[in-house]
């Protein structure tokens, strides 16, 4: 078991190093951050005086090479436009995120679970057909189209909800609504999908035949045992959620890392970028064990190999 | 036309009665607002004040600076300086305005100024550490500022320089805790009006009303500021009551309820063609890119309220504007004009017809992508032929800023320049006008004469100079073509009374604020 | 197409799905859900070969006066039936030719995913060991580094352009084939036959290719088709977040992200392209969960994650 979880934590570890030594370079790319904020008449001499300062003037492979060894120490550098502590910055936006993917994800796992199960309660009936089609429908609306619209006609025709930010919790609405979108689509199959293959499996039918009611059958058994693949599916879509976010940051001004891994990139904010990408890191890999560790708790059978 | 002239009269009602917003007393009030910008704030360091965003919320509330450009007449006005005399050429004078504190309590007094000023000139550095503060651009070559006497401050020049009063208000004042490290402020302490309370980053900056302020007590007590990307949503905001002030409004966003209100900022919408490539090499060819663009229809259309078709780079604040050019030597929409002069280049061997970039940038104005696409349409239609090239702010400019690589392509790059400085230096020397101009796409020795001439003269005589050279520039070179000058839309909230001026796109005096209900 | 037949013939689970109890066509065309959602996308295919050829130059015609033109009128013809865009663009045509651009991007990014993940998937399972070590790292550094960061990057150097997008989307989605077809190939090469051409002195690549990439192919397709739903949709917030492409290309993301600021005045504009976009990504995945359960309705990819756990759990 612990060898097991340092396995996961190491190979983990490997390619957060990886994903970071590529976004080093990719980032380096896309020009420097000293052209962005200078008005177009600045001189040389003053944009080198910026890049000094920001040691953007030293050979790629120094500043690799002094972001490495102040990076295995924890400091990831100043930001280049908040006078903060990358990592700090880094850090700060991920309570959002956390809270928006934790709040999404609940939303999106128990309404999936009970439209799961009463489709594949009464499969190839109206009911399941219903739902099938419904959660497809959702599952195919874009995010960004959803957010504007929804904007428009529960914000600012209904004034039912603030338009943006997120600063009280009927903010949190929209947000987590745009983002629960698709994964409802998505794990409604899965567990539609689940609970049919374990209702026609022969352990069920055994009980059926055993005499236990049909709803007993359903929640004790079946659910349970349907539950490794709605936990990877839904895992995956967490992990991509912490990583993601951005359209809800965009159009709804929603703070989270997402945001400002964008913001970091546009504004070439090199530390940031770094420290975000090395903090959603950890965090997908934390996330995915915990996942495995769930899978051992629900079902005993699962080996972790 | 009629629309823009009535915008005009309106752009100059605003200003008369900017002026009387300043002489009503403004009642303090226990209110707060919440003010919703397009871009959140980098830094709040008196020496980052350049950029819109930093200023937006810095400058004139937190921060003062000795000088002032005053939004009514342009003119340079005291602040924190009462007088300033040029001693001798290279050497100035400034008597400080006294008892005036910081936030903190602490006494402002030369010593502070010259700190400041010094702080933030091009390789300063503060126990060898150098500090790189945005605000080093208007400061061509480093200045030198020493305290005198209590409230005396000397500043030295390395040439001569008519204009360093007005270079001393991009000059903002921090307390001198915050001036004796290198490193940038994270709670700024200056001498306005409001205090700074908080800063979470990506969400708000909250002020709040200085008691100890030297001058009048503004009506409003607290003031949040947000950001949010969308126009639309900014607008929304003031609707749903979620803002009271919300900036950089789009025209179609716009209400006629007198909530949303308009200013200039003497921003313009310009066509730079590069005449170091083809083909735009013959100056015929770049005139007729200035001939073949509909301005009055694709204004009108595309940007509304929000735009006034222009034929010049500088607006009619700045000394080298030029009046009555519209109607005499403009180059005006005429299709068939641009047809002649690209017939006759092309009969001397230029290739009219060579495919070249109409480079943009997506956040170059409210509606700029529409602009692009129907301009490329024009250009399109009199037998060039243009391919639009949207490119992201930092790739944009190795298009704008010379020098231009080898193998870049022709191109026209579409831009927006402002000066709100109302001196034409910063729009054309060493920038878009003379040949080793960083971003000039252009080499004609007469402008050159004509600019650094004007650069040492004075008065009439300077803003003479600028015209000469900019006329120039706009017809025999046709290498900056005006497209239209930008009016700025805001929207207020229900009882809320702010007169936008044409510093407003940069500072956004809280103090200015009354509220009538 | 043989070896379809013989899959669905050898399902022997008679009350898994009503199509089951059919031949194809009667499974085809008993649904008319199915029926519509194969219509509407064979539409919008057409569409997309014929509109630069016949519509083009109306499409991209501006026309000022034709401004946020009110869509359902006959005033200016057919072409208008849906609004004019902000520049007095007829929306109709304009969404004909975002169908190419939108069409020819799910397509090519599919292609190139699917066929450099199955491709790296094959070796890394067969070969296991440090091949398969190094190539799911890589799988896991490209799933993890921001696809909009990679977008910005690769749009940066080389400038915006669908074929860009194309790149972009087909890189970001390699891992997704990449784990399926490996998964798969490491159960495969346990078995038997694969054994026994071992045995019989055939090279890891004719193993590779005549042996376990055949069967590996069924399930590749099948997800590559989910997927054509999934790039859809992620090309067009692309699009929308002003990445990737360059008037006068458009697709539907880009004509949503024009209209956005008009939304409240000429709701029309960012409406039509949004209803498109769910329309061919619903059809798409409609089409897809037929496919899926004619061809196997044991195997479910969405479990693709963990497939040993799976099998643990459901035996």
């Not at chain 1, 004034?159 to 979108?181: D, K």
């Not at chain 1, 090395?278 to 965090?283: E, L, P, S, T, Y």
């Not at chain 2, 002489?23 to 910008?37: F, K, N, S, W, Y």
């Not at chain 3, 039936?81 to 520049?87: K, Q, R, Y």
């Amino acid at each position: 078991m612990l060898a097991f979880i340092r396995g996961r934590l190491l190979s983990g570890l490997l390619t957060v190093f990886g994903v970071v030594v590529l976004v080093f370079f990719l980032a380096r790319l896309t020009g420097s951050p000293i052209d962005l904020f200078f008005p177009e008449g600045a001189t040389p001499a003053q944009l080198d005086s910026f890049s000094r300062a920001y040691g953007l003037d030293r050979p790629l492979i120094e500043q690799f090479w002094v972001f490495l060894s102040n990076a295995v120490r924890g400091d990831f550098g100043m930001s280049v436009w908040q006078q903060r502590p990358a990592l700090q910055a880094a850090l700060s936006e991920m309570p959002a995120t956390l809270l928006l993917t934790l709040i999404a994800m609940t939303v999106s796992v128990v309404i999936a679970v009970i439209l799961g199960t009463v489709a594949a309660a009464f499969r190839f009936r109206l009911v399941d057909r219903v739902i099938t089609i419904v959660t497809l429908i959702t599952g195919s609306i874009p995010a960004f189209w959803f957010a504007l619209v929804s904007i428009l006609i529960f914000a600012i025709v209904y004034r039912l909800v603030p338009t943006s930010g997120a600063g009280n919790w009927q903010s949190w609405i929209l947000p987590v609504a745009t983002v629960s979108l698709g994964p409802i689509g998505v794990l409604t199959q899965v567990t539609r999908g689940a609970m049919i293959e374990v209702l026609s499996s022969g352990f069920v039918r055994n009980a059926r035949a055993r005499g236990f009611g049909s709803t007993r059958i359903l929640y004790r058994h079946a659910l349970r045992n349907a539950a490794l693949p709605i936990i990877a599916v839904a895992g995956d879509i967490a992990a991509s959620m912490v990583n993601g976010a951005v359209i809800v940051s965009v159009v709804f001004a929603f703070p989270g890392i997402g945001k400002a891994i964008i913001g970091a990139v546009l504004a070439r904010d090199f530390p940031v970028l770094q420290a975000c990408i090395v903090v959603v890191g950890v965090a997908v890999i934390l996330l995915n064990l915990i996942i495995d560790l769930i899978y051992v708790v629900v079902d005993p059978r699962v080996r972790l190999s | 036309m009629n629309i823009s002239a009535g915008l005009k009269a309106l752009g100059l009602a605003a200003l008369l009665s900017t002026a009387m917003v300043h002489v009503a007393m403004a009642e303090p009030t226990d209110r707060g607002i919440t003010v919703a910008l397009a871009v959140e704030l980098d830094s709040l360091d008196a020496c980052d004040t350049q950029p819109a965003q930093n200023a937006n919320i810095a400058r004139g509330n937190i921060y003062e600076s000795l000088t002032h450009v005053s939004p009514v007449d342009g003119k340079l006005e005291p602040l924190l300086a009462l007088s300033w005399e040029q001693v001798d050429e290279l050497t100035w004078e400034f008597k400080l305005r006294p008892d005036v504190k910081f936030h903190d309590g602490s006494p402002f007094t030369a010593e502070v100024a010259a700190a400041n000023i010094n702080r933030s000139q091009p390789g300063a550095e503060i126990d060898g550490q150098e500090i790189a503060c945005l605000n080093l651009t208007q400061f061509p070559e480093a200045v030198k500022a020493e305290a005198v006497d209590e409230l005396t401050l000397r500043v030295t020049t390395p040439k001569v320089d008519p204009i360093l009063p007005l270079r001393l208000s991009y000059a903002d004042i921090g307390n001198l805790a915050t001036q004796q490290t290198a490193q940038k402020s994270l709670s700024p302490v200056g001498t306005g009006p409001y205090q700074f309370v908080e800063r979470i980053q990506g969400e708000h900056v909250k002020l709040t009303r200085f008691d100890g302020y030297w001058g009048e007590i503004p009506a409003v007590k607290d003031v949040t500021y947000v950001y949010r990307a969308e126009a639309s949503v900014r607008a929304g905001m003031i609707e749903t009551g979620e803002a009271q002030l919300a900036t950089a409004i789009s025209a179609q966003d716009a209400t006629d309820d007198g909530r949303t209100v308009t200013y200039k900022d003497n921003r313009i919408v310009i066509a730079r063609p590069n005449s170091f490539k083809e083909p735009f090499k013959d100056p015929r060819v770049r005139q007729a890119v200035s001939h073949a663009i509909d301005r009055d229809t694709i204004v009108t259309a595309l940007m509304g309220i929000g735009g006034n078709p222009w034929y010049q780079m500088l607006g009619p604040q700045v000394n080298g504007y030029i009046p009555g050019f519209d109607e005499t030597d403009a180059l005006r929409f005429d299709p068939e004009k641009a047809k002649e002069l690209l017939a006759a280049a092309k009969a001397d061997g230029a290739p009219v017809d060579q495919e070249f970039v109409l480079v943009t940038r997506p956040d170059l104005f409210p509606g700029s992508d529409e602009v692009v696409q129907a301009i490329a349409q024009n250009l399109q239609s009199v037998g060039l032929n243009p391919r639009i090239l949207s490119l992201e702010n930092t790739a944009w400019r190795t298009y704008l800023r010379q020098p231009f690589p080898e193998e870049q392509e022709g191109s026209i790059v579409m831009l927006s320049h402002d000066n709100t400085s109302g001196d034409a230096t910063f729009s054309f020397s060493g920038n878009y006008a003379t040949c080793e101009g960083r971003n000039s796409a252009t080499c004609n020795p007469e402008i050159d004469r004509l600019v650094f001439a004007a650069d040492a003269a004075q008065g009439e005589e300077r803003a003479s100079l600028y015209q000469q050279a900019a006329r120039i520039m706009y017809t025999q070179e046709s290498t900056m073509i005006g497209i239209a000058e930008q009016v700025r839309l805001m929207m207020l909230g229900e009882g809320i009374q702010y007169e936008p001026n044409p510093l407003s796109g940069i500072e956004i005096r809280i103090a200015d604020i009354t509220f009538s209900d | 197409m043989k070896g379809d037949a013989i899959m669905s013939q050898s399902v022997g689970q008679p009350k898994l799905s009503w199509f089951q109890r059919s031949e194809r066509w009667q499974m085809f065309t008993a649904s008319p859900l199915v029926v519509t959602s194969a219509i509407w996308l064979l539409f919008i295919v057409l569409v997309a070969l014929l509109a630069p050829a016949l519509v083009a130059e109306r499409a991209n015609l501006q026309d000022l006066m034709s401004r946020f033109y009110a869509p359902f009128q006959f005033g200016k013809g057919l072409e208008f039936i849906l609004g004019g865009d902000s520049l007095g663009r007829p929306i109709l045509l304009q969404l004909a030719m975002g169908a190419q651009t939108s069409m020819i991007i799910a397509v090519f990014a599919v292609g190139i995913s699917s066929a450099i993940g199955y491709a790296i998937g094959l070796v890394a399972g067969y070969f296991g060991g440090w091949v398969d070590n190094a190539l799911l790292r890589i799988a896991d550094i490209l799933h993890t580094i921001p696809s909009i960061l990679l977008a910005l990057v690769v749009l940066f150097i080389l400038q915006p352009s669908v074929f860009n997008v194309i790149i972009v989307l087909g890189i970001t989605r390699i891992p997704v084939y990449l784990r399926t077809a490996r998964a798969q190939t490491v159960e495969i090469k346990e078995r038997t036959f694969v054994e026994v051409a071992r045995s019989m002195g055939a090279s890891h690549w004719r193993i590779i290719t005549q042996e376990i990439a055949p069967l590996v192919f069924p399930t590749i397709r099948t997800l590559a088709v989910l997927e054509i739903a999934m790039v859809i949709l992620a090309a067009s917030s692309l699009t929308f977040l002003g990445i990737g492409l360059q008037r006068p290309d458009v697709d539907w993301g880009m004509m949503v992200a024009d209209g956005k600021t008009y939304l409240k005045s000429a709701w029309f504009v960012a409406v039509f392209p949004g209803v498109v976009i769910v329309l061919t990504a619903l059809s798409a995945s409609i089409l897809s969960n037929w496919l899926r359960a004619v061809e196997d309705p044991t195997q479910n990819i969405l479990f693709a994650r963990k497939p040993k756990a799976r099998k643990g759990a459901s035996q």
